[in-house]
């Protein structure tokens, strides 16, 4: 590969300010492992901004990362990650088979690289869904697999939270598989024992390390997640402060050191954490879903204003089309501006891949080819759009 010892020498070089500052800042604490086989590529669970550095650092060897385009699409930023680690792009909400296989050349090249498999960071703290893709791809690849466990991060960093806790994360390799393994095991087997080895509860691991996560404002921006209260039912209602959550309604609870829930008011209250809580809004939708096709044809299930539309042309600047208010219907998106001049109008049967960045920043690809993002100048759920959409299209929220 081109310029690879400069890749190199930049990774060899920035490893060591990384160590010093994810040990010391973040309490990081993770196991050295050296590969026994190469090239290899490394599957892990994702659950903060820096898993990349946190996994750099326990797997000896150089490894090209694979980024969503919007890191390298972010002006100066963008350039010199491009300058400095020559990323492998994946475009969120949209098809994979260009990112799968530049992931092949690379490997066919004798590099390394690193995924994280699930393609986005835990809302709720549960491993998300591993495509059966990932077996094809790494039947395919004629490299080693290592899968790699984080733990920790979700309660560090939650994905929704407004500011960071202090509390230690965990990393460790789970299992390296040889070519010669991987080549006895069918593609099916190969995506069991990725989930098998990536499947974590972050709730379910603290019940096991009960470590406190100190910090302020712990339910800042909780909203962006949970957006169904679970007393009067309302959509989009909910609202935090400091450690608080609550409703329009009067409901009340307060979120801890643990990540787990207090209540607050009189009402009787089932959800532990934030995970429970997520789950019952996800059964909700589904028990409730000929409703939402039918009551919400001509009104909003979901309308925020402060919304800007872009086009995205991938590595480049994002072209902004439109301004104002979105509000998603039963069978419909539509974003219309601020002066009611124009209305982009995204039938759901259009829309082909729908995703969410960060906390709420959603991306959207369409049949025709359209690569889509909108950005939010307010704190407003992105999960529920993303779950929505899921459900309306008769596709699971996984």
Request: aromatic share 14%; proline share 3%.
């Amino acid at each position: 590969m081109k310029h690879l010892a400069w890749f190199k020498s930049v990774y060899a070089i920035l490893r060591i300010p990384f160590t010093v500052y994810y040990k010391v800042f973040h309490n990081y604490r993770y196991k050295k492992y050296k590969p026994e086989n190469k090239p290899f590529i490394v599957l892990a669970n994702h659950n903060s901004d820096g898993d990349q550095f946190m996994v750099g650092m326990a797997i000896k060897g150089h490894m090209f990362f694979v980024a969503s385009e919007h890191i390298v699409r972010s002006g100066f930023g963008g350039k010199l990650v491009r300058f400095l680690a020559n990323p492998i792009i994946r475009k969120k909400g949209a098809e994979a088979k260009s990112t799968i296989n530049e992931i092949h050349r690379r490997l066919k090249e004798g590099t390394n690289v690193c995924m994280f498999v699930e393609g986005n960071r835990s809302f709720n703290g549960q491993t998300g869904w591993i495509s059966p893709a990932n077996g094809t791809l790494i039947k395919n690849s004629n490299a080693s697999l290592i899968t790699f466990r984080l733990d920790g991060g979700y309660f560090r960093t939650p994905r929704w939270a407004e500011y960071a806790r202090k509390g230690p994360e965990f990393g460790y390799v789970v299992n390296e598989y040889s070519q010669d393994k991987l080549k006895s095991m069918s593609e099916d087997e190969i995506t069991k024992v990725i989930r098998e080895d990536l499947n974590t509860n972050a709730f379910e691991w603290q019940k096991k390390h009960p470590h406190r996560y100190k910090g302020k404002n712990l339910a800042e921006n909780l909203e962006t997640v949970l957006f169904i209260c679970p007393k009067c039912k309302a959509i989009d209602k909910l609202k935090s402060k400091g450690d608080m959550f609550s409703c329009t309604c009067g409901f009340c609870v307060r979120i801890n050191d643990y990540c787990c829930f207090e209540p607050q008011s009189d009402d009787s209250f089932d959800f532990v954490n934030v995970y429970d809580w997520d789950m019952w809004q996800r059964d909700y939708i589904k028990e409730n879903l000929e409703n939402f096709r039918t009551a919400y044809v001509d009104k909003p299930i979901l309308k925020h204003p402060g919304q800007t539309l872009n086009r995205i042309n991938i590595t480049k600047s994002a072209d902004m089309i439109n301004t104002g208010v979105m509000e998603l219907y039963s069978d419909r998106l539509t974003i219309t501006s601020t002066d009611l001049a124009k209305q982009n109008v995204f039938f759901l049967s259009d829309i082909s891949g729908f995703s969410v960045t960060k906390k709420m920043t959603i991306f959207f690809s369409t049949k025709d080819g359209g690569y889509y993002e909108i950005k939010s100048d307010m704190v407003r759920t992105g999960v529920g759009y993303l779950m929505l959409y899921r459900y309306l299209t008769d596709r699971d929220y996984v």
